[in-house]
């Protein structure tokens, strides 16, 4: 059955901005499913009557979600959701380095794929709810560059909502993983966080990059995010620190 069209008024005399409340409100459309990635959101007129508002405050509400890539405006046909190139984007986020400067651009391997109760660590990370059981899918990888293996990937999604995923799916998303997450499951993931760690890698590590155990090694982890700031995977990716490095490039100031 087609969710119900978000039609709350807005608050004309709140302190937020009305255009940020537009903003509010196409986020909740789109976290509620009613727009899928790749699809067409109704004219800015349209939008306008709905939440009461003149066109010009939804083009300002409309604009601020073009910048952040989470909606895509195409001239002369209309706003969309945005949705992950298959091949541009997935090396989007790759900044790790060999020694020489080359940007390591690896494949992936699936090792094993399993579904099991989620932890107190992981319950917390993905900000599952705690009613029943909540579960998790984990996903052990290798990347893989030139045959050789450069880093262990541990990936962990809700259960709940990549219910659709399987490992044939991973194992056949050459591409991007965040647009087979939308392909399959109708995810979208619209930020990502990364934190960074000095670290000495343990025996599975070790075995699986063939270094000694207590090599030091780079621990990435990352979070990523879908509408109105909810995490939807935690990963981990560790990495030879003796061979490669992690390298970010802003623009000019």
């Not at 195409?74 to 020489?100: C, E, M, P, W």
């Amino acid at each position: 059955m087609p969710r119900k069209p978000y039609t709350t008024g807005l608050d004309v005399s709140g302190p937020e901005p009305l255009y940020k409340q537009v903003e509010e409100r196409i986020l909740q459309c789109l976290a509620d499913g009613e727009w899928k990635p790749g699809e067409q959101l109704p004219t800015e007129s349209q939008l306008a009557e709905r939440f009461g508002v003149a066109v010009f405050t939804i083009r300002a509400g409309i604009s601020e979600l073009a910048t952040a890539n989470i909606l895509v405006r195409k001239q002369g046909k209309g706003t969309f959701v945005a949705r992950h190139s298959r091949l541009r984007q997935r090396y989007q986020f790759s900044h790790i380095h060999d020694a020489g400067g080359r940007q390591i651009l690896p494949g992936r391997e699936l090792v094993s794929f399993s579904k099991a109760p989620a932890t107190e660590d992981e319950i917390a990370t993905l900000a599952l709810q705690r009613d029943g059981k909540p579960a998790v899918y984990r996903l052990k990888m290798l990347s893989v560059d030139d045959g050789r293996a450069v880093a262990t990937l541990d990936i962990v999604l809700p259960a709940k909502m990549f219910s659709g995923l399987t490992a044939n799916a991973i194992r056949n998303a050459q591409e991007n993983l965040y647009a087979a997450y939308q392909d399959e499951c109708g995810v979208n993931v619209i930020r990502i966080e990364e934190h960074i760690h000095a670290a000495l890698a343990t025996t599975e590590e070790a075995r699986a990059l063939k270094i000694r155990a207590g090599n030091p090694v780079l621990r990435v982890e990352r979070t990523a995010y879908t509408y109105r700031n909810l995490p939807v995977e935690y990963r981990t990716r560790v990495f030879d620190a003796t061979k490669y490095h992690y390298r970010t490039v802003e623009g000019s100031i």
